[in-house]
């Protein structure tokens, strides 16, 4: 990519839960936008988004909406960037993708910047955005795998309804104050009620017993990291918590490991925060670590059961860090990398 003082920006999808979130996380960080362009489906055309204080009206998504965009985020869904994402690199846009179309495709790079940005390459067109619950469970493992060379992960998730998008805040809204007024819930999201409840079950159901989003975390993890070799046991649970996905995680490593090092190994890594205070019941909590940038981690112990292995509780904002500022967390670091072609 060409730099510049400024970039021709797009947000495809940006009327949705994580494109509104990249919108507000772009002003936020003065990300140098020469001309934002906000695209959505026809039924959204004309509607106004707020962006660093000012009205952006959404315009259709089609075919030429990427002529002379430098970057793209999709946030729209698998369907819409499988069509729209390979025409928008054909106008010499770069896009970043937080759908699942193209994370396993091997010459696409699946890329945390906190983790192997140098996994892009020199003439990256689609870079894509991992699943949420991944990332901030990379975060987390990359000093470790780095460190005393993980051998294998097993990893339960408490995964916040707003990963399912708007409609799933609303039916758990909904669902709650039914239940409380003494009325009975209706469920069109999930399949059972989520209100008062947990779902063991996120996305479809495999052969293997296991869901979409459980293998997503298996197969995400080994390419991030850059190790096929890493076993990953996961088990992803809905659970009735509007924002943020917190998960326990167990890690056994090849070498020797010991959770003070750890604590302070995780400690000196930009973008975690260890909030370990067990004897004062400080520790990660979803309500503590909405709308923040950092993947906080706490509940850092050794395994008991197991030589070589540690347990601990990893809490993130599933739309922030989990998918919008991720994102744009790589389009930065693509405007202020050195040309790998000058290297």
Excluded at 34 to 40: E, P, R
Aim: hydrophobic share 40%; glycine share 6%; with cysteine.
């Amino acid at each position: 990519m060409v730099k510049k003082e400024k970039y021709n920006v797009a947000v495809a999808g940006a009327t949705g839960a994580v494109g509104r979130k990249m919108l507000e996380i772009l002003a936020e960080r003065n990300f140098p936008i020469a001309n934002l362009k906000v695209l959505a489906s026809a039924k959204s055309v004309g509607q106004a988004l707020s962006f660093n204080g000012c009205d952006v009206r959404v315009e259709e998504l089609c075919e030429n909406s990427f002529e002379g965009v430098d970057i793209a985020l999709f946030s729209a869904g698998a369907d819409v960037s499988r069509q729209f994402a390979p025409l928008a690199v054909k106008f010499g846009c770069i896009v970043i993708d937080n759908s699942s179309a193209f994370r396993m495709e091997p010459d696409i790079p699946l890329i945390v910047p906190d983790v192997n940005p140098e996994a892009i390459g020199a003439k990256p067109g689609i870079i894509a955005n991992p699943n949420c619950s991944t990332i901030q469970m990379v975060v987390a493992l990359k000093p470790i795998h780095d460190n005393y060379e993980i051998k294998r992960v097993v990893v339960s998730t408490y995964q916040s309804v707003s990963g399912s998008g708007q409609k799933a805040i609303d039916e758990l809204q909904n669902q709650t104050e039914n239940l409380l007024a003494g009325g009975q819930p209706e469920s069109n999201v999930y399949p059972h009620q989520i209100a008062f409840n947990c779902l063991p079950h996120i996305d479809k159901f495999l052969e293997n017993g296991y869901t979409k989003e459980e293998m997503k975390m298996v197969h995400e993890t080994r390419k991030i990291l850059g190790d096929s070799s890493i076993l990953v046991s996961p088990t992803t649970v809905r659970v009735p918590v509007f924002y943020c996905h917190s998960e326990s995680v167990n890690v056994e490593t090849v070498k020797p490991i010991n959770a003070r090092d750890v604590k302070q190994l995780l400690s000196a890594v930009e973008g975690i925060k260890v909030f370990d205070n067990p004897e004062s019941n400080e520790y990660p909590l979803a309500i503590d670590c909405a709308d923040k940038d950092e993947v906080f981690v706490g509940r850092v112990r050794d395994d008991i059961s197991c030589e070589n292995a540690i347990n601990f509780w990893v809490v993130s904002d599933n739309l922030r860090k989990g998918a919008a500022l991720n994102a744009v967390q790589i389009a930065e670091y693509l405007t202020t990398r050195r040309d790998p072609d000058k290297h």
